[in-house]
Each structure stands twice: as structure tokens, then as C-alpha cells.
């Protein structure tokens, strides 16, 4: 709203865009390793926009207390400006190129302990732009008006004696102060585009019966900032989910009011989980590992999300910019997604019941008098009477003891025994086949996919061999 204000009042107004890697390094590198995440990328977007906009007089640096008025923001915000000045500039130059009396009497302060050369390139270092910091209780119309004059009135140069005007009856206002009338409508008008503008999707879209819908929950710089997440929300809307996000949903809707919280971003994050059971077919809480709220929030919103039987997974991320082990995770929720919506877009299930045998295979269809057994090991023929050309061979990666016994026990009860071949223990040759093209995967995965290579080597090399002898006969190998 700032910058709309601002700009509809005739300035030139610059501002940051997405984080990038570049950014994101430029935060870590400069700043203090005690900041948090969020911290340290502000810093890096500050670092940008002083390389890239040289000419820049004034750097505008909300600090948002509070949303509502009620919840209140993390603390470590509440210095965001200063953070900014001492990572990237000099405090005593700052402020000694803003005061004549005040430079001099530094100079002196600083020359009773240090070299006059040293004074003259610390006061002679390219002047910080000026900080204006507003600080928003709320995001009222009233409480933003006042921010938004007070903010043109530090960008105009205004003594704070002349700011007394703001306060004084309408009419004695405009009787003064003339250009006060434009402020207020231009005010009025940046809040109505921006605050008070319906951003949320269509009320068809909650309804949508087709496609996955996945909400995500999370502070805004966390939901949509790309470089962060590995582009969270639109890697699953190019594969065909709704996803809705906080600001998607329209307010009276989201009751944030109705949460018990202390930090606002645990009670958007709680109004929205809420809001998604029984609507959504999952959501993510999405965190970031150094901030100390998302220390307990994640864990409690999931806990939150299973009580209402909404299925939900929490994501801590880091400053790591490797996205392969993000994207190994959001296949397997859209892979649950996908089949949570297709068993909400069934009007009427019939489940169809699982055979139960121990050394027999049971045919038979509905209202069937009897059942016919087969010996164990044979695959029974087809309803047309025909028999199967290829004698399947079922085989899968060593994943431990537990899986071979489980998979061996499950071959065994459905009679298909003499069908599967177990794969080997990892050794190093499992080790090798993996490693050779799956560099950049997790271990197991890699040891893992080298054992299904392993054992289709192996398959194959028995197959020939029984050709060879006369005695193969034609398989389909089944992972």
C-alpha cells in the first residue's frame, strides 16, 4: 500500500523483487550468523538494491508490529532498518552526514582515538540512504492513513513541529495545510486497491471437484518466494492442483479471530488449516529451520491438521538452494493428492474384496455356488479359457530383511511363490550401479535403484542360460 500511495503521490519509487540464490548468498555472507533466515535475505535484498540503484535518497523499512492489532509479529523485526545500516553501512557516518553539530563533535570524539586519516575516510564513506521506518500496529484504514502521511512527511523533509497539523480538525486542516486533501484521497485510494481489494480465488474454485487441492500455510515470504521453497506453490499448480493459500481465502471466511495465538503468522497458519478440513485434500505448513517461532508452529499445526483428519506435511527449509531433495518430497504429496481427490470424486465405492489363501489361489465370481482350488504355484487360466503366454517373474530393490521376509510371506499366502526371485544383499557392486547415475540422489535411493539393476542383470543372465539349456520359457519381470 506504501508504494501505491507513494507512487500515485508522483515519486519514483524502486523496489525489491523475488529472492534469487544471488540474493540469498549476499544475506548469508554479510550478515550475522544469529539472524534468522528472513532476516538475513532482507539484508540481501537491501545489498541489491544498493548495488543496483546507486542513486537511491531514501530506504522505506516498515516495521509491522502487528496485523490486527491484537497478534503481534516475531521480535526480531523490530530492528529490521538498523540490521540493514550495520551490515552494509556505518552507523556513526550515517548519522554524521545528517548533522553538521553532530559531525563535529564526532570528529573530535574520534580523533582523541585514532588517526586524523582514519576520521577522514570513516566520515568520507558514501553516505547510507536515509532510514525511514514507520512503525504499523495494525493494517486499519485509519492506522495506515496515519502511516502513509507520516512516511511523505519524513520523505518531504517535514519538522515534527509541522506535523501537529495531522491532528487538528478536518477544516482547520485543509485551512492550513491545503495539500492535506490530496493526501487523504490518494490515502484512501491505495487502501482501496490494495488492503481492501478482494485477492481471493473464485468461491467455484473451492467447489472444484476435478483437480487435487492442496492448501499451503505459512508466512507470505516462506509461501511465495521461489528461491526458498524450491517454487512450492507453482510446482504443483503446473501439474494440475489448486493450491490456496491464506490470502486466496476471504477473511470472513479464514476467522483468523477465532484462533488463540500469540505470533499472527500461528494464527493465519491455524485459521487456514482449519478452514481446509473437509475442503482441501492435504495441506503443507511450511517453516524455516532458524526461526524460533516455526520452532514449535509446525509441529503443533500438524498436530492440529490429524485431529481434523486432514492430512498434512510440515516442511522446514534452510538456506540450501539444492532443490533435488525438495522435489523427491513434493512428487510423493502430489502422488497422495492425486489419489485423495480421486477417491473424493467417487460418488458411490464398492470396494472389491481382497482373495485371502495360504497355498491356493481362489477363483470364483459373484453368487458362485463354489470355488475352485489350483495347486499351489499355478496362475489360473483366463475367464476365456485361455492361458497366459508369459509366466510372470516378480522381483523388487533390497530395501532391508523386514521387506524381503514381508514380500516373501504376502508371494507365499496368494501362491505365487515360484514367481518371484528376492534381490541380493547390497554389496559393492549394488553400490557402484547406483552411484553411477544417480549422483546427486540420497544413499538409499541410490542403493536402491543399483539393486533393481543388479538383479535384472541377474534375471537376465539366468534367462539365457535356461535358453541356452533348452528349458526357458517366456517371462514378463514385473518390479
Known amino acids: 500500500m506504501l508504494r501505491r500511495f507513494l507512487e500515485l503521490m508522483g515519486m519514483d519509487i524502486v523496489r525489491s523483487k523475488r529472492t534469487t540464490p544471488e540474493i540469498m548468498a549476499a544475506g548469508t555472507t554479510l550478515a550475522s550468523a544469529d539472524l534468522c533466515l528472513p532476516v538475513r535475505v532482507y539484508v540481501g535484498h537491501v545489498y541489491q538494491l544498493l548495488r543496483t540503484e546507486p542513486h537511491l535518497t531514501h530506504l522505506i523499512a516498515p516495521n509491522v508490529l502487528s496485523e490486527d492489532g491484537r497478534c503481534s509479529t516475531c521480535c526480531k523485526y523490530r530492528d529490521i532498518d538498523g540490521v540493514a545500516l550495520r551490515t552494509l553501512g556505518n552507523s556513526t557516518s550515517y548519522y554524521a552526514h545528517r548533522d553538521v553539530k553532530l559531525r563535529k563533535q564526532i570528529r573530535q570524539w574520534v580523533t582523541a582515538l585514532t588517526s586524523a586519516a582514519e576520521v577522514r575516510s570513516l566520515l568520507a564513506l558514501r553516505p547510507f540512504p536515509t532510514l525511514i521506518t514507520p512503525n504499523i500496529h495494525s493494517l486499519s484504514r485509519l492506522e495506515m492513513r496515519r502511516t502513509c502521511y507520516n512516511v511523505y512527511a519524513d520523505l518531504r523533509g517535514w519538522s515534527p513541529k509541522r506535523k501537529i497539523v495531522f491532528f487538528l480538525p478536518r477544516a482547520l486542516r485543509n485551512m492550513l495545510m491545503p495539500e492535506l486533501a490530496r493526501l487523504e484521497k490518494t490515502a484512501a485510494q491505495a487502501y482501496e486497491e490494495v488492503v481492501e481489494k478482494p485477492h481471493h480465488v473464485e468461491q467455484a474454485v473451492f467447489k472444484m471437484q476435478e483437480k487435487p487441492m492442496l492448501a499451503v500455510a505459512g508466512r507470505p515470504y516462506m509461501v511465495h518466494d521461489p528461491a526458498l521453497t524450491g517454487d512450492l506453490v507453482h510446482w504443483f499448480q503446473r501439474r494440475g492442483v489448486t493450491v490456496i493459500t491464506a490470502k486466496d481465502v476471504p477473511p470472513q471466511e479464514l476467522r483468523r479471530d477465532a484462533v488463540k495465538g500469540f505470533y499472527d503468522s500461528h494464527k493465519e497458519e491455524e485459521a487456514l488449516v482449519r478452514w481446509a478440513a473437509g475442503r482441501a485434500d492435504g495441506v503443507i505448513c511450511v517453516g524455516s529451520f532458524g526461526c524460533h517461532p516455526d520452532a514449535f508452529q509446525l509441529e503443533y499445526l500438524t498436530?492440529?491438521?490429524?485431529?481434523?483428519?486432514?492430512?498434512?506435511?510440515?516442511?522446514?527449509?534452510?538456506?540450501?538452494?539444492?532443490?533435488?531433495?525438495?522435489?523427491?518430497?513434493?512428487?510423493?504429496?502430489?502422488?497422495?493428492?492425486?489419489?485423495?481427490?480421486?477417491?473424493?470424486?467417487?460418488?458411490?465405492?464398492?470396494?472389491?474384496?481382497?482373495?485371502?489363501?495360504?497355498?491356493?489361489?481362489?477363483?470364483?465370481?459373484?453368487?458362485?455356488?463354489?470355488?475352485?482350488?489350483?495347486?499351489?504355484?499355478?496362475?489360473?487360466?483366463?475367464?476365456?479359457?485361455?492361458?497366459?503366454?508369459?509366466?510372470?517373474?516378480?522381483?523388487?530393490?533390497?530395501?532391508?530383511?523386514?521387506?524381503?521376509?514381508?514380500?516373501?510371506?504376502?508371494?507365499?499366502?496368494?501362491?505365487?511363490?515360484?514367481?518371484i526371485t528376492p534381490p541380493a544383499p547390497v554389496t559393492e557392486q549394488t553400490m557402484l550401479l547406483g552411484n553411477d547415475r544417480y549422483t546427486q540422489s540420497c544413499s538409499p535411493f541410490a542403493l536402491s535403484t543399483g539393486s533393481l539393476r543388479l538383479s535384472l542383470t541377474r534375471i537376465a543372465e539366468q534367462l539365457e542360460r535356461e535358453a541356452k539349456q533348452g528349458r526357458g520359457q517366456p517371462r514378463r519381470v514385473i518390479m
Not at 486432514?310 to 502430489?334: H, K, M, N, Q, V
Not at 495347486?375 to 533390497?398: M, N, S
Open 303 to 419: 498436530g492440529v491438521a490429524q485431529q481434523l483428519g486432514l492430512p498434512c506435511w510440515a516442511l522446514r527449509f534452510d538456506e540450501t538452494t539444492g532443490s533435488t531433495g525438495l522435489i523427491t518430497r513434493y512428487e510423493t504429496i502430489l502422488a497422495f493428492l492425486t489419489q485423495r481427490a480421486r477417491l473424493r470424486r467417487q460418488k458411490r465405492r464398492q470396494p472389491t474384496p481382497l482373495p485371502v489363501a495360504n497355498s491356493a489361489i481362489y477363483v470364483g465370481g459373484a453368487g458362485s455356488t463354489s470355488e475352485k482350488r489350483l495347486p499351489h504355484g499355478r496362475i489360473p487360466p483366463r475367464e476365456d479359457g485361455a492361458v497366459p503366454g508369459r509366466i510372470p517373474l516378480l522381483t523388487w530393490p533390497y530395501m532391508g530383511e523386514v521387506l524381503n521376509l514381508c514380500l516373501e510371506e504376502c508371494a507365499w499366502q496368494l501362491g505365487l511363490s515360484d514367481y
